[in-house]
């Protein structure tokens, strides 16, 4: 039992080591116990956070999208690694959660929906909250491309897959799932509030 353990240990440095640390936009690693907002790292009509919201036939704001300037940050998600570690290095297997479980949703948890035709979007809750939709469960990851980051969906069912998350401006600014593009953002703390 002692030398799996360190076997695993040994294997979970190896692996910090090689990836870097997430940031937030102060430098700070990301605190898996602590709540961010995730923020388009440009200015002005195409700045913004990602919130719920009602987008389509939904009833209820269970489609994540993004902010309609930078004046408004969103909602803030919490990060939690899988397995489970202290901080979170770029490129582990991810479960994203936005802090307060919207009104008339089962969780805040995000997944991925086949709402628009052939296009998987980023939503949040189970497939009860997206009846009539195919829906699939898997892990996101946070990649670092230059000075910024990036977000992509993994599924459950082949986490050797994965695929980058974008914006679909033409559908109301929806986080889809896309390799032609990705949303570039970065992340700020949220100061603690009572929730």
């Not at 709540?35 to 919201?53: D, E, W």
């Not at 195919?134 to 980051?149: A, C, M, P, Q, W």
């Not at 695929?163 to 100061?191: I, P, T, W």
């Amino acid at each position: 039992m002692k030398t799996l353990f360190l076997i695993f240990f040994f294997l979970l440095v190896a692996f910090t080591i090689n990836s870097e640390l997430v940031l937030d936009i102060n430098g700070e690693p990301l605190d898996p116990s602590a709540q961010y907002f995730i923020l388009s790292t440009f200015r002005g009509a195409a700045g913004g956070g990602l919130r719920p919201f009602k987008a389509g036939n939904s009833t209820y704001p269970v489609n994540v999208i993004k902010g309609f300037s930078d004046l408004d940050s969103g909602e803030p998600v919490k990060f939690t690694p899988v397995p489970k570690i202290g901080l979170i290095p770029t490129d582990t297997l991810l479960e994203i959660k936005f802090a307060k479980t919207p009104e008339g949703v089962s969780s805040g948890k995000w997944t991925t929906v086949k709402d628009l035709g052939e296009t998987w979007t980023v939503g949040i809750g189970g497939p009860q909250d997206h009846e009539g939709y195919e829906t699939l469960s898997g892990f996101f990851k946070i990649h670092k491309v230059d000075n910024r980051y990036k977000l992509s969906f993994v599924p459950h069912i082949n986490t050797a897959l994965s695929a980058d998350l974008g914006m679909s401006f033409e559908h109301g600014r929806r986080l889809v799932v896309s390799n032609e593009y990705f949303y570039q953002c970065y992340f700020r703390k949220a100061v603690a509030t009572s929730f």
